[in-house]
């Protein structure tokens, strides 16, 4: 199982969820250790140093089911989105171990790879807010349109009132700000070409964060009642996904 978001999603919905799910005994944590160009131009200077293997033993609570949990930790939630493609496991998964799902919270889903529905035979649920700037959930609808189009296991659930961050919720965290001079993508259409260089698809020049369409300044912020839910939503998915009934 994978799980993500830009803002420390893992700590929060999915440790609580997996909690709420019965999930506590052995959980091995893959940390992708990522080097990105500062332009990500060129997928050809994306490497994944890893991935590096903790593992961390716990007691099982009374009543708690013992069973293995395979978690990414990575620093952005579009990573543990497109984690789920088949060239990128191919590229960095040695180990013949496949995650059992994706759970990313509010992906940044700008840019179209190359072959970007061949992902996982492995269910996808992506948790997103309606208002997001940072990384507007209209692009993820598109993309999870092509992945239902190409017959895979995927949804995207879409809160109303939440931010980009809204899971922080959880620790009680209840407005928004704006994220000063922080950069989105929310008005880049970004596409791979088939040398692997990203390009901005209306100029069909190689991308860069001194475009045009790179905004400035998006809103992020906690909804305490739509974090919940979201919580709620992950454990079922868990139990379902682990047959924990």
């Not at 919270?105 to 492995?122: E, G, I, K, L, S």
Request: glycine fraction near 6%; include cysteine; charge should be negative.
């Amino acid at each position: 199982m994978t799980t993500q978001s830009g803002s420390g999603g893992f700590r929060r919905v999915a440790v609580l969820a997996l909690v709420a799910a019965a999930i506590v005994a052995v959980v091995v944590v893959v940390w992708h250790h990522m080097s990105l160009s500062s332009e990500r131009s060129d997928l050809a200077q994306t490497t994944a140093k890893g991935p590096v293997v903790q593992v961390v033993k716990a007691n099982a609570a009374p009543g708690m089911q013992a069973v293995t949990v395979l978690a990414s930790v990575t620093p952005y939630s579009q990573a543990t989105l497109y984690a789920s493609l088949d060239r990128f496991n191919k590229l960095w998964n040695k180990s013949g171990v496949e995650f059992a799902g994706y759970i990313p919270f509010y992906p940044d889903c700008a840019t179209t790879y190359n072959t970007d529905t061949d992902v996982a035979d492995r269910p996808i649920r992506i948790f997103h807010g309606t208002p997001d700037d940072y990384n507007p959930v209209a692009s993820c609808k598109a993309y999870v349109a092509r992945l239902k189009d190409a017959r895979h296991d995927v949804e995207l659930t879409e809160y109303p009132d939440s931010q980009h961050g809204f899971d922080a919720g959880l620790i009680g965290v209840n407005g928004v700000t704006v994220a000063v001079n922080a950069q989105s993508v929310r008005n880049c259409h970004i596409k791979e070409s088939d040398g692997g260089l990203l390009l901005d698809a209306d100029t069909q020049k190689p991308f860069s964060y001194k475009d045009d369409c790179v905004a400035l300044n998006p809103h992020v912020g906690g909804n305490p009642a739509t974090a919940e839910e979201a919580r709620k939503a992950v454990v079922t998915f868990l139990q379902a996904l682990f047959n924990l009934g």
